[in-house]
């Protein structure tokens, strides 16, 4: 009987684990594997032995010292203000209602998943000396001698700030959706006028979003290296930029493996932190997700005198946490500073001078000419596509069987599981890149489609999991099992179940890997092998040697491309929702 009872119980254990088998034979071949030859060839000299002789140069190295340095600052203050300016964003859209929710984050979704490089690039004619702002200064005598705003620490943090500002703002607002307004009712009830409510309730439970957008937006942040190498000077250097120049000028490997190994390590530092004080189900978006140590009395006193300052005679700071005017005012203003680049990139694309200036000279098509007729741009824009639809494919099927184990684990694996589902997003992508450079050079992958889409696909695959794990959560198991009852396969329900009900969240996870991969810059410069280049990788070179009007021409290509995907699903599902609103 008790055979009988243990082999069943082993069956079902293996159905649970078989839909997640997949995805971890793939991020340990090309995840884990790369990652451990980058701590192993860090400590290990030219004869094989273990060695602390490239830790010990850093140490002795001032250069260093200052990059790494340069590094956490910037990343800090990125995450501080990406967070405090995108806070009052994320509660305004928390308090409407689902139709004008949706519409409000097409516009931060489009800015969100616009290149970096285009964002950058249009920051560099905004904040250069000849640039827009500057040039709109002089002419109406506010400044008499400008000087660039870029490159500079101040254009570093605009750009990196104004990349970050929707991560921060998309990640806070499911746990700020998850808030129960009755608590704030109750309070207010009970004498709490709305500012104490507002401090003593809705912002601790608010708390695990806001720890998520901070730690995502630092992490994404250690790893950057495109906006201070273009709007910043070497003072402003970080680590990410020494790892590429330690491979593509020194040629020296193992100094970039242990860079790369000393942001790993501050990464995951940062990321177990992270989840001891807050848990790592806040990341899917989870609202029950909470502080694991209740909050003291003093935090508690500290949270309540705040809220009564601000609400005393509802001064300056109380009606900002209201849903006013002024709120809505805020919201549109970082809206329309997000757009502002693609505003800026349009019609400096149309320019008919040879050279970028402000404001464009005459109108002309030559430089979408120049783009659509050269045989180099052409055969980037045709690579990136193709291994952007394979990269979704892959890392959308993947991540929808990881995603489903998850929901059929024993709990005490749940959390192992979507951390180790969640490592290549934690991991900055610099040490991934670098780590699958190593391991493709030996297996004659560099400067192929196979090796950048296998490279994608590892960075697609925490975003898929965790949107197919929101998704999941909501889902109503109880026709899986009536059907089960009735007899259907596994493979039958997911057909024409699960996938079914699910359909919208599938969409945007095969439209979220698709742009993942459409934008991805660091794996290509690793992997491409200066060969076949991807279209960020053709703009990354270009804006090196000269930046040029064809350069407009190719974001604004790229926006349009991005915005399409962006806004067709959000067009089809709002018209699906007027259409059963008329039935």
Known sequence: MSSSFSSSAAKKSLRAWLPALPCFVFLICFFCVPVVEILQTGMVNADGHATLDQFRRMTNDLVFAKVLGNTFLISGLTALLSVALGFP???????????????????????????????????????????ILLTLAASLGLVDDPHALAPSMLGVMIGMVHAMLPLAVINMLPI???????????????????????????????????????????????????????????????????????INDLFNLPYAAALSTILLIFAVAVFILY????????????ARAAPKKNSSAATTALLIGIGRLCGNGYGAAGPVLQKVKGLKLYSLLAVALLS??????????????????????????????????????????LRSFGVAIVTALASTALGVGAALALTRLPPRWTKPVFAFLLAPLIVPRIVVAVGLFYLFSRMGLVGTDLGLTIGHTVLAIPYVVVTMAAALKRFDWRLDDAARILGASAFARLRTIQLPMMIGSVAAALQMAFIISFDELTIAIFVSGGMKNTLPKQMWDDMILQVNPTLAAVSLVMVIVIALLVLLPAFYKMARRRTHAIH
């Open 89 to 131: 964003v994320a509660y305004f859209l928390s308090q409407l209602s689902d139709s004008f929710r949706e519409r409000w984050m097409i516009w931060i979704m489009v800015p969100f998943w616009t290149s970096y490089l285009v964002k950058t690039f249009a920051w560099i004619l905004m904040l250069s000396k000849t640039g």
């Open 275 to 286: 989840d001891k004080l807050v848990g790592l189900s806040s990341l899917s978006g989870d």
């Open 340 to 381: 502002l680049p693609i505003v800026v990139v349009f019609p400096i694309a149309f320019t008919n001078s040879p050279f970028l200036s402000f404001p464009p000279q005459g109108f002309s098509l030559r430089w979408f000419e120049a783009f659509i007729f050269s045989p180099v741009w052409q055969a980037s824009f």
């Open 176 to 246: 700020m959706r998850g808030v129960n307004a009755q608590l704030l009712q109750a309070a207010e009830t009970l004498g709490a006028n709305r500012s104490i409510a507002f401090f003593s309730v809705f912002l601790p439970m608010a708390g695990p979003g806001i720890a998520a957008a901070g730690l995502l937006v630092f992490i994404t942040s250690l790893g950057f290296f495109i906006l201070p190498a273009l709007l910043g000077t070497p003072k402003e250097t970080m680590v990410a930029q020494l790892v590429i120049s330690a």
